[in-house]
DNA sequence: AATGACTGCAACCGCGGGGCA
DNA sequence: CTGCCCCGCGGTTGCAGTCAT
């Protein structure tokens, strides 16, 4: 079968009508098997594209806007816990997409980071801000106990890494809001 | 008003993983 | 086991809008 061709895909920005056919066209038959999508629908697009454009834009309760102080602050925790996985962070932040906050990391947040290090008293240097995750994405599988069902066995290490269950607040009271409902144990089933 | 620099976001690219024949 | 196809992820690029001069 035809790859994603070359010649005729077309890219750039999408228009309003390449929205509204997509939108219709998945809204009737459902998601699934880009490739076929994009070539049903009669879009000029590849299939990625025709993913990326739903995902991050057309999908329904899309949040768009600013993000809230409490979703930065959730960003930064769970960016120091997980690195970049951005799909993981994202899927705490109802409405947002990994591309958004992924965007939202490098254009905001990186800086931030980044000229706190510059100017940062000495307690901040114990505890670096981004550089690292606190743990790799197989400490996280780890502690959730993948392979044996322990359940209730909460693997507290990062815990003591990061220096505090409370990670950062005391540190950057100025940018980070401690939300009260937010556990770390509050996401690892979705790990 | 013109224009060059900067910023933020949308979109693309390349790669790896999973499912299936 | 192998190869193919599709999907999803993370990194990167490109461009439109904004700001500074």
Redesign the pocket.
Known sequence: ?EKEGKSHV?????KPEEDMILKSYIETHGE?????ISRRSGLK?????C???WK??LRPNIK?G?MSPQEQDLIIRMHKLLG?????IAGRLPGRT???V???W???LN?KSSSRKQNAPESVEATPFIDKPVMSTEEVRRSHGEGGEGEEEVDTTWMNRIGSPLPLITHYPDTLVFDPCFAFTDFFPLL
Do not use: C, F, I, V
């Open positions: 079968m077309k890219r750039g920005l999408w699934g098997n880009w490739a076929d697009r590849g299939g990625k594209s993913r990326l454009r991050n834009y768009r600013g970049n996985r951005w799909s993981l990994d591309n958004e992924k965007n939202y490098n254009t905001h800086k």
